[in-house]
T-cell receptor, first 114, second 113 residues
């Protein structure tokens, strides 16, 4: 089946440790995105990438890093510099060609930093 | 992107039509209205979008006022599985998705049995 996978679904880490969240898509989409969601809030954009080996900061990029070495993969690293890393992280992808750019979302990873 | 205003919560009886309003009074001429929904602890799901004409698909209908300052998402026969947070988003269509979507707090729609 085509879609976006994120793993793991739940992740626990100790404070001060870096952690990498996985995001893979087999939709042949050009663009990929990372969002963060806190309880009762909407999604906020962390990073996005329109093409391999290129990515742009979103609204809340501080304390995060990404890479885009392959079209289908866009991992997010939550570094120890992120002051409040506990959150629900969502990955999405979209076609760049065409007029609508509907975004398809993965199931999310819930990160808890202890 | 233009800002949107939505009621924080709404109730609807199962089997009835759910009408979710959205105000976007600062919308620009090239901006589309998009609707997504998020079922608890899942990723958001695209529902529908439109520019100025009313739109319908298998999930919902979108009614946009003539002045484009507001819109209504209609779920014609709501079921319990439609309980979710519904987000109204305004942004340009072509190339607009490349720099992400701006999500507000949305409307929490609760379908009552």
């Amino acid at each position: 089946d085509g879609g976006i996978t994120q793993s793991p679904k739940y992740l626990f880490r100790k404070e001060g440790q870096n952690v990498t969240l996985s995001c893979e898509q087999n939709l042949n989409h050009d663009a990929m995105y990372w969002y963060r969601q806190d309880p009762g809030q909407g999604l906020r954009l962390i990073y996005y990438s329109q093409i391999v080996n290129d990515f742009q900061k979103g609204d809340i990029a501080e304390g995060y890093s990404v890479s885009r070495e392959k079209k289908e993969s866009f991992p997010l690293t939550v570094t120890s510099a992120q002051k409040n890393p506990t959150a629900f992280y969502l990955c999405a992808s979209s076609m760049l060609a065409g007029a609508y750019n509907e975004q398809f979302f993965g199931p999310g990873t819930r990160l808890t930093v202890l | 992107d233009a800002k949107t205003t939505q009621p924080p919560s709404m109730d609807c009886a199962e089997g009835r039509a759910a009408n979710l309003p959205c105000n976007h009074s600062t919308i620009s001429g090239n901006e589309y209205v998009y609707w997504y929904r998020q079922i608890h602890s899942q990723g958001p799901q695209y529902i529908i979008h439109g520019l100025k004409n009313n739109e319908t698909n298998e999930m919902a209908s979108l009614i946009i006022t003539e002045d484009r300052k507001s819109s209504t998402l209609i779920l014609p026969h709501a079921t319990l599985r439609d309980t979710a947070v519904y987000y109204c988003i305004v942004r340009p269509a072509r190339g607009g998705g490349a720099d992400g979507l701006t999500f507000g707090k949305g409307t929490h729609l609760i379908i009552q049995p």
